[in-house]
């Protein structure tokens, strides 16, 4: 039993580290692609994408663990 409650604890704080960093880095990306549009113009869409891709990488690896950390508090 005791396992199993450990597994469905680590499985937990996982899910909300991948939730918590992508919700973050999709709202940073959003934030950059208005500041860029009201700027700059309509930006690329590659640069849409790459910026996007490296706000939810950085999300994940920088606000995914103090997500975690709570959920296992």
Not at 37 to 65: H, M, Q, R, S
């Amino acid at each position: 039993m005791a396992s199993a409650l450990a597994l469905h604890s680590d499985r937990a704080a996982m899910i909300g580290m991948l939730v918590a960093g992508t919700v973050w880095g999709l709202t940073l990306s959003a934030g950059f692609f208005i500041n860029a549009l009201l700027n700059c113009g309509p930006p690329c869409p590659e640069d849409i994408a790459a910026v996007t891709a490296l706000c939810i990488a950085t999300g994940i690896l920088t606000i995914g663990p103090l997500a975690a950390f709570a959920t296992l508090r």
